[in-house]
T-cell receptor, first 109, second 116 residues
Framework: GQNIDQPTEMTATEGAIVQINCTYQ??????LFWYQQHAGEAPTFLSY??LDGLEEKGRFSSFLSRSKGYSYLLLKELQMKDSASYLC??????????WGAGTKLIIKP | DTAVSQTPKYLVTQMGNDKSIKCEQN?????MYWYKQDSKKFLKIMFS???????INETVPNRFSPKSPDKAHLNLHINSLELGDSAVYFC???????????????FGPGTRLTVL
């Protein structure tokens, strides 16, 4: 079967760094997405990785290792507005997105 | 200019009723989707549709049916609503994926459906 695993909840401190991990087992792989979803709002796109390595975009970076079926989202210089759920999703061999259950990130002052 | 729009934003109705949720995208995308997000926040694909193919998640009851009058619209019709249908429903769209990789999905604001 197809499976995406990520922690249910994480807590971090304002100004710190946090890493949210995602492991996956899917039938085929056409890239991995990270989305951010604030409470009561729609998911919004953060990053896309299809090749191994680190993609940096401002305070957010995303890493992919296809051989390990592993990705992480790294958030630096955390701000209160980063409190949200972070969803990992993998595009399978049919380009269908398989979604993880999301990681709720709580930022404390 | 909203890229993906849905109406209504909130929908409260009685069990057994039939209701529709409308979705429109002005991005010129080829593919549209309907998702259900329940109270546990798990995002579940219900349908994906382009002008070539409708892909239905086989776990979706046949009380749910997508209707696409044209490429920019994908409406969701629900018959005989049940208590368990209460959730947030998101519409999304994307360009058709290609050999160069998958395409980002753009989400509508969601419709919060409450069945009483």
């Amino acid at each position: 079967g197809q499976n995406i695993d990520q922690p249910t909840e994480m807590t971090a401190t304002e100004g710190a760094i946090v890493q949210i991990n995602c492991t996956y087992q899917t039938s085929g792989f056409n890239g991995l997405f990270w989305y951010q979803q604030h409470a009561g709002e729609a998911p919004t796109f953060l990053s896309y990785n299809v090749l191994d390595g680190l993609e940096e975009k401002g305070r957010f970076s995303s890493f992919l290792s296809r051989s390990k079926g592993y990705s992480y989202l790294l958030l630096k210089e955390l701000q209160m507005k980063d409190s949200a759920s972070y969803l990992c999703a993998v595009s399978d061999s049919n380009y269908q997105l398989i979604w993880g259950a999301g990681t709720k990130l709580i930022i404390k002052p | 200019d909203t890229a993906v729009s849905q109406t209504p934003k909130y929908l409260v109705t009685q069990m057994g009723n039939d209701k529709s949720i409308k979705c429109e995208q002005n991005l010129g995308h080829d593919t549209m989707y309907w998702y259900k997000q329940d109270s546990k926040k798990f995002l579940k694909i219900m349908f994906s549709y382009n002008n070539k193919e409708l892909i239905i998640n086989e776990t979706v009851p046949n009380r749910f049916s997508p209707k696409s009058p044209d490429k920019a619209h994908l409406n969701l019709h629900i018959n005989s609503l049940e208590l368990g249908d209460s959730a947030v429903y998101f519409c999304a769209s994307s360009q058709e994926s290609s050999a160069s990789g998958a395409s980002e999905q753009f989400f509508g604001p969601g419709t919060r459906l409450t069945v009483l």
